[in-house]
């Protein structure tokens, strides 16, 4: 199983970025997406989740900013992130978790926090 986070990088406020998370060794199709972001010193935040119905969650944060989707066929999921804020700035993970809904995000099943993506906001 794995799942790598991709895509990171330098942004300036306002801007975007799009992340992508690669999946293989599992059925992809049959797992709630998640991505989670983390800041030194802090526990690791829940951002945004979509489940196999393609139904999406976001924390209050980044609603109406982030976008997640995925494509079952390419085992991927992606998080757009438009008007980024230095905020922001975090490593960023993607994991299959039990449930996104009902505004939460559940237990993960499998998780890529080794192979984070760094997305760094700032002028």
């Known amino acids: 199983v794995q799942l790598q986070a991709s895509g990171g990088g330098l942004a300036q406020p306002g801007g975007s970025l799009r992340l992508s998370c690669a999946a293989s060794?599992?059925?992809?199709?049959?797992?709630?997406i998640a991505w989670f972001r983390q800041t030194p010193g802090k526990e690791r935040e829940g951002v945004s989740c979509i489940n196999i119905f393609d139904g999406t969650h976001y924390t209050a944060s980044v609603k109406d900013q982030f976008t997640i989707s995925r494509d079952n066929a390419k085992n991927t999921a992606h998080l757009q992130m438009n008007s980024l804020k230095p905020e922001d700035t975090a490593v960023y993970y993607c994991?299959?978790?039990?449930?996104?809904?009902?505004?939460?995000?559940?237990?993960?099943?499998?998780?890529?926090w080794g192979q984070g993506t760094q997305v760094t906001v700032s002028s």
């Open positions: 060794g599992f059925a992809f199709d049959t797992f709630a």
């Open positions: 994991a299959a978790v039990t449930m996104c809904g009902l505004g939460a995000i559940g237990k993960v099943y499998f998780d890529s």
